[in-house]
């Protein structure tokens, strides 16, 4: 069941930045481009970068069949992490500077993808993700890059998110010291699109194209 | 000795895509706010965000010493990945959509740091990564916030960075489908900086708020 911590999940240093309810996992999980996939050979852990969509409580990712990291995700423990940097916290002392973020781990046993349909819908949802909508205008899948694409799923049971936002917290007889304390944003952003040279000059650029911002592309996503 | 390639880090999917050259890797980190650490704890992976800094041949990152990835960390085989997202490849065909991204993937055993020196200029490193000179500006660790910190090291000895840019590569067949390819940059920029409600309303705002990307803060580092 979702929405409980687990001992592996549960937030243990900073109890307050921690939570495990499921929309609030799921609007991160949207939101975030890509995210980071661990997973264990011969004891050695390795991380990779990686894009996902998420289809209710299962996230999908997908490859290369060459790829070690889906050969290995198969069916084995793999850690799933998505962060978002939204801000630098400059304290006065250097001890309590942070990153304002929001970040989360999902722990399970991932799964190969071999049913054609729910294959199919992951990867409409992976490129959806990304551009919504794009699905419908670009060439789909023939049978061998069906065939060649590995798609691994991973059920969101084990989740948890850690979060910090807001304001420096400082020692209280560091308050008056004569440096400036306070909050940096940081935002992901993007710049006019760089249309392929081999492409035709009267092709319609898609509204996915004008984006400034995650959260405003999310709202397009929930149609 | 760096800048070559072992066979866990041999780039083993695209090989054109990767690299070992030292200078390639350390700018990639330095330009990076974030990484994610993975290690393994009872066969199961973890990834956690983290901040970092490199000095010379040496990636530093640090924590509390009650953190469970930082305790795990010291003397155990880890994987730090650092990755910057550059834009979104639109192709004709779902199949050929990829990211424009720099990845390095730093694999090792990581140690605790014990010698004060060694912490302190970590420490000071950490900082300054993120804001040039801030060091000099904040209140420096007391004896208690320097011992309640732990400074993990990992060597720079077996790293890979692993790169894509450029337009999108269709098929032949594809080229004239009348639909939108290229390249949608990304860029992560900074707003303007939230002053503390707490601060002295004098105070002097620091250039290193100024920066509006990674490659220009670039350039104040080597100062």
């Given at each position: 069941m979702r929405g409980k911590a687990t001992p592996r999940t549960?937030?243990?240093?900073?109890?307050?930045?921690g939570a495990h309810d499921p929309e609030s996992i799921d609007a991160l999980i949207d939101e975030a481009l890509i995210c980071h996939l661990g997973f264990t050979e011969d004891s050695v852990p390795y991380v990779i970068p990686t894009i996902h969509a998420r289809l209710g409580d299962t996230i999908y990712f997908h490859g290369s069949p060459a790829s070690r990291a889906l050969r290995r995700s198969g069916g084995a423990e793999v850690c799933l992490t998505v962060t978002l940097l939204d801000g630098l916290v400059l304290a006065r002392s250097a001890f309590h500077h942070s990153m304002n973020y929001r970040s989360v781990m999902v722990l399970g046993r991932a799964r190969e993808v071999t049913d054609a349909e729910e294959k199919l819908c992951a990867l409409r949802a992976i490129v959806n993700h990304v551009c919504p909508g794009r699905w419908d205008e670009a060439r789909r899948p023939n049978l061998k890059e069906f065939t060649k694409t590995l798609v691994v799923a991973l059920p969101l049971e084990e989740a948890s998110l850690k979060t910090r936002s807001g304001p420096p917290v400082d020692e209280d007889q560091d308050l008056a010291r004569d440096v400036w304390a306070g909050v940096l944003p940081l935002e992901m952003v993007a710049r006019p699109p760089v249309p392929d040279d081999?492409?035709?000059?009267?092709t319609h650029v898609p509204d996915?194209?004008?984006?400034?911002r995650p959260a405003e592309r999310l709202s397009d996503l929930a149609d």
């Open positions: 549960t937030v243990r240093r900073v109890p307050g930045r081999l492409m035709m000059t009267d996915y194209l004008h984006w400034t």
